[in-house]
């Protein structure tokens, strides 16, 4: 769809009010896990509530071009916005899977023990659901506009459902059956997803 096409105002509309829910989500479900994880001792709750706080970052760079297209601001100073954004956005993703590595291979050298987390496993399944609503309607969006920022940003929040995914499995293993090292574990194999997740972003501008 074209700049020029009537219909595109309403679409660009529709796109910032996903974003403006990601962004209010990310922020309330990133301050709710890392309140959780401190009273458990959960690394894998930890990272995730991290990671909930950075993609809202992510997410507020997409309001702002949003806002900047539906004003007719200039598009080359967007796009250089968006993209110094990302690589920002990549480097912390990666300095994030530095420490909760660090932190999950202390856990299992000392053999530390969360406590079993319900508020934990509400907000990590919670996700799963609001995740993977959130980026199929991205993914239309982005379809529909020809945005490959909104593209993008779907990918990043289908990677957000892997991180609930991850983090509810420790978190709830160790709830449910006693396995301790199902969190530190869980919390490794979000790093995956945190390093994938960066890489994305910086090989995205790069081709840009």
Same mark, same amino acid.
């Given at each position: 769809?074209?700049?020029?096409?009537?219909?595109?105002?309403?679409?660009?509309?529709?796109?910032?009010?996903?974003?403006?829910?990601?962004?209010?989500?990310?922020?309330?479900?990133?301050?709710?896990?890392?309140?959780?994880? =401190?009273?458990?001792?959960?690394?894998?709750?930890?990272?995730?509530?991290?990671?909930?706080?950075?993609?809202? $970052?992510?997410?507020?760079?997409?309001?702002?071009?949003?806002?900047?297209?539906?004003?007719?601001?200039?598009?080359?100073?967007?796009?250089?916005?968006?993209?110094?954004?990302?690589?920002?956005?990549?480097?912390?993703?990666?300095?994030?899977?530095?420490?909760?590595?660090?932190?999950?291979?202390?856990?299992?050298?000392?053999?530390?023990?969360?406590?079993?987390?319900?508020?934990?496993?509400? $907000?990590?399944?919670?996700?799963?659901?609001?995740? $993977?609503?959130?980026?199929? =309607?991205?993914?239309?969006?982005?379809?529909?506009?020809?945005?490959?920022?909104?593209?993008?940003?779907?990918?990043?929040?289908?990677?957000?459902?892997?991180?609930?995914?991850?983090?509810?499995?420790?978190?709830?293993?160790? =709830?449910?059956?006693?396995?301790?090292?199902?969190?530190?574990?869980?919390?490794?194999?979000?790093?995956?997803?945190?390093?994938?997740?960066?890489?994305?972003?910086?090989?995205?501008?790069?081709?840009?």
């Amino acid at each position: 769809m074209g700049r020029d096409d009537p219909g595109r105002p309403e679409l660009v509309g529709r796109a910032l009010r996903l974003e403006y829910l990601t962004v209010g989500w990310n922020i309330l479900e990133g301050l709710i896990a890392i309140a959780a994880a =401190a009273g458990a001792g959960s690394v894998a709750l930890l990272g995730f509530g991290i990671d909930s706080v950075i993609e809202s $970052v992510s997410a507020g760079v997409l309001v702002w071009r949003l806002h900047a297209e539906r004003s007719a601001a200039h598009a080359g100073a967007v796009e250089r916005l968006d993209r110094t954004a990302h690589r920002l956005v990549g480097s912390s993703l990666f300095v994030l899977a530095a420490f909760v590595a660090a932190d999950a291979a202390w856990t299992l050298w000392r053999q530390e023990q969360p406590r079993p987390t319900i508020l934990g496993i509400i $907000v990590t399944a919670s996700s799963l659901f609001v995740m $993977v609503a959130l980026a199929h =309607a991205k993914r239309r969006a982005a379809k529909a506009l020809g945005s490959r920022a909104l593209e993008a940003d779907s990918f990043q929040t289908t990677a957000c459902w892997w991180l609930s995914l991850a983090a509810l499995a420790g978190i709830a293993l160790n =709830a449910a059956l006693g396995w301790w090292w199902a969190d530190p574990v869980a919390a490794l194999g979000m790093t995956y997803f945190l390093v994938r997740e960066g890489l994305e972003g910086w090989e995205d501008e790069s081709r840009s």
